[in-house]
């Protein structure tokens, strides 16, 4: 059956309920001299800058718009969420911000930025062993403590939240031939394909996922929500082990097409991204970029491109060992 599509009214209260608790993150002309050399002169790239969001990550919009539609009454016993990092950090924020309480269930192979991150933000942080310890444990505390729920994508507010930025995409850029976002769970893309249906249905909404953690291509190639048996990428943040029954529909229909990058792209455009945009960002925040320069450079060749930069939340020595082993030590003209 199809989803029930969002309407403007709803992203728009959304975006109301946010003012305060998150930032209107830029959107900047991309006129690095690699990416030009790559790409073309007529090539018109712009990126919005979410890893300028609290938190460091888009994930704020979507932890906050659920946890205010769930209501004072269901916080007032904390919150809980699973995650491989960067949702855990955004729960964490949220919590702090709405005046409850963070009890997050994160990975052992989480960066250690995020953890300390999440701490940070004054949430309990637990650890488990993969991500179904990790969520058995976030059940646990939901039915111990009464605790609300914090789903990192498959929840139709969070997809509101991610949804307000599609709008600010739309409101600070003319109109674009494609926008790039790099997809995990699907919860950020849906809401951003979502804006763009309903304000800017000319633009092509483009899903790019890791080769090795590609759930939602494997998904909708299959007609219906899969899993992953093994999870395999550096975008750590883009490994959801399934894909879910109701970001499955909004891809479906609202995505228009998807492609898959390897982590040596990622790599090169984390390099990229470096040396040409002066920003430090983590594997998933490159992997539209990635996208960009690799299996998209010749079909969007001479367009108007707009690039999501979903996150930055990892530590110098991750982040150096990135570039050394995409052998972009040097910046891209002088060491090609």
């Known amino acids: 059956m199809p ?16 003012v305060g608790h998150v930032e209107r993150t830029p959107v900047v002309p991309w006129h690095g001299p690699d990416l030009r050399r790559l790409l073309g002169a007529d090539t018109r790239v712009s990126v919005k800058l979410e890893q300028f969001q609290r938190s460091g990550t ?78 058995a444990r976030a059940e646990e505390l939901v039915a111990s403590d009464g605790r609300f729920f914090v789903h990192p994508f498959e929840n139709r507010n969070t997809i509101r939240g991610t949804a307000t930025l599609g709008l600010e995409w739309i409101e ?16 950020l893309i849906s809401g951003v394909a979502s804006a763009f249906h309903l304000l800017s249905p000319e633009t092509r909404v483009i899903g790019v996922e890791p080769e090795g953690a590609d759930v939602l291509q494997r998904s909708l190639e299959a007609g219906s929500p899969q899993q992953m048996p093994v999870v395999s990428t550096i975008a750590d943040s883009l490994g959801p082990p399934a894909s879910e ?25 984390m390099a990229l991204v470096y040396y040409d945009l002066n920003q430090a960002v983590e594997p998933a925040g490159a992997t539209a970029t990635a996208a960009l320069i690799g299996p998209l450079r010749e079909q969007l060749r ?10 930055s939340i990892i530590d110098a020595a991750s982040f150096a060992a990135h570039i050394e082993a995409s052998g972009k030590t040097v910046p891209f003209e002088a060491g090609s």
């Open 58 to 135: 888009f994930k704020p919009r979507g932890a906050i718009t659920s946890m205010l539609a769930a209501g004072d009454e269901a916080l007032r016993s904390g919150v809980t969420a699973f995650s491989a990092g960067n949702h855990a950090v955004a729960t964490a924020y949220a919590a702090q911000r709405l005046g409850t309480h963070a009890h997050v269930v994160m990975l052992q192979s989480a960066n250690p930025l995020r953890v300390a991150k999440a701490r940070a933000y004054g949430a309990e942080v637990e650890m488990a062993v993969d991500g179904a310890a990790a969520r």
């Open 245 to 269: 029954p109701l970001t499955f529909e909004f891809c479906q229909q609202y995505v228009h097409q998807w492609v898959r990058v390897s982590d040596a792209q990622i790599r090169e455009a």
């Open 302 to 311: 001479g367009r108007r491109v707009g690039v999501l930069i979903c996150g």
């Open 172 to 187: 600070q850029e003319d109109p674009l031939d494609a926008v790039i976002v790099s997809v995990g769970g699907g919860g």
């Open 3 to 18: 989803v029930e599509p969002l309407t403007l009214e709803e992203i728009r209260s959304a975006a109301d309920g946010l």
